[in-house]
């Protein structure tokens, strides 16, 4: 089958990575946190893209620097689980592993393991892929017109109104350096967006790992930007082997099980010729433990005196089970690891260069918090996800608000 992606979009994504690194851009890296097949329709699409548009904006302008835009889609379909397991009212199952394996249903049949899945999952990825370049060509991601990113989501006034106001400002500026230059600026009617997934599912990866005779060495062309998670991240495994090979920009999950010598074998294995934008270390602690992770990792890089691309990642360190065990995440606690992340940086003398987040663009009920005050008893109005957690359109906004906040805050 053809490739999804090309290797020189890659190229250009791991060099906008290396430039993040240096502190010239902003990483912003967000999508579902399993993609689903009977998703895969043009609505849900365009909010998601919408979504990580008006955050890119946000982000854009309190940052005064651009801003690289992965998505978690066109791929994001295969899961890894704690537990082999699931246990329903006394019956014991398989887990659901995502789309591209078996299906959520929880009948002995669905969660039999199916190849012809993977033949799905690559349609769907070409289908969205398909669609996104669309919407970027035909004038959805035009900066000239943000105001058709509507914030139907959103609930708050207070949100909407500093939404618009930066949109306001924008437009201005906009304007300006097209009236000094007699002419648009042709780069504001299209923004790029790179795709992103787990490279969990070997033998997917491997079917779309292909030579590419003008561009030396071996690519990941089912996606740009290929991560191993944290799971994976073993020296000696088949993920780090197989993502040793590639010469796309690879991501790292680095969780608290990750001590700093582990850390550094697996840089060295993924990276020995130390590449600028080869590697991005997505850190994902939880609020509790990331001051005492964190800082021996930045540490441990400097001493080896690597450049990597530090993303927080605030989501899966801070999933939690209801009392009626439903799987959750608190906005506060989100918040306030990503916050804790820019401040070990600077007092460690690095840099936080990005940050990854599971959203949709859809008005679910999954993360309690946010300027809604989403309480426990509201998760039920709109839980879809069939796996983790997600921030409704509203709260990933208010993320990216407080984002700039807290670089206000602190000192140059």
């Not at 992340?341 to 663009?361: K, P, R, Y």
Request: proline fraction near 7%.
């Amino acid at each position: 089958m053809p490739p999804l992606v090309t290797p020189w979009e890659v190229d250009r994504l791991r060099l906008r990575i290396a430039q993040a690194a240096s502190g010239e851009r902003f990483l912003l890296q967000g999508g579902d946190c399993a993609e689903r097949f009977d998703e895969c329709l043009p609505h849900i699409i365009s909010n998601r893209l919408k979504v990580l548009l008006q955050m890119s904006l946000v982000l854009i302008y309190g940052l005064r620097r651009p801003v690289v835009r992965v998505g978690r889609f066109a791929g994001q379909y295969a899961k890894p689980r704690s537990e082999p397991l699931e246990a329903r009212n006394g019956t014991l199952l398989p887990s659901f592993r995502g789309d591209i394996i078996n299906r959520p249903g929880f009948d002995p049949e669905d969660r039999i393991p199916d190849p012809e899945r993977m033949i799905e999952a690559y349609s769907r990825s070409a289908v969205t892929l398909n669609h996104i370049r669309a919407l970027g060509e035909g004038g959805f991601a035009d900066l000239h017109h943000p105001e058709y990113w509507n914030l139907g989501f959103v609930r708050h006034d207070d949100l909407r109104r500093e939404y618009q106001q930066i949109v306001d400002s924008i437009l201005d500026a906009i304007r300006f350096m097209e009236a000094v230059s007699s002419g648009p600026i042709g780069d504001m009617e299209r923004v790029a967006f790179f795709t992103s997934h787990e490279a969990l599912l070997l033998p997917y990866e491997e079917a779309l790992t292909r030579d590419d005779p003008h561009h030396p060495g071996a690519y990941n062309l089912s996606t740009h930007f290929p991560w191993i998670g944290m799971r994976t991240a073993d020296p000696e495994g088949a993920h780090v082997e197989y993502a040793r090979g590639l010469s796309n920009p690879i991501g790292i999950k680095v969780g608290p099980e990750l001590s700093p010598s582990l850390l550094r074998d697996l840089v060295k294995i993924l990276d020995p010729d130390r590449l600028p934008g080869r590697l991005t270390l997505i850190t994902r602690f939880g609020v509790d433990r990331i001051e005492s992770c964190l800082a021996p990792l930045i540490e441990s890089m400097r001493a080896d005196g690597r450049k990597v691309l530090w993303n927080c990642d605030p989501m899966h360190g801070n999933t939690e089970t209801t009392r009626s065990g439903v799987k959750t995440r608190r906005f506060e606690n989100i918040l306030a690891e990503m916050e804790l992340a820019f401040d070990i940086h600077q007092a460690s003398q690095s840099a936080l260069g990005g940050v990854h987040l599971e959203l949709t663009g859809e008005n679910v009920t999954e993360c309690t918090g946010g300027a809604r005050g989403l309480q426990e008893d509201d998760l039920g109005k709109a839980y879809t996800s069939q796996v983790d957690p997600r921030l409704n359109g509203e709260q990933a906004l208010e993320m990216a608000f407080s984002i700039i906040r807290k670089k206000r805050r602190m000192p140059s």
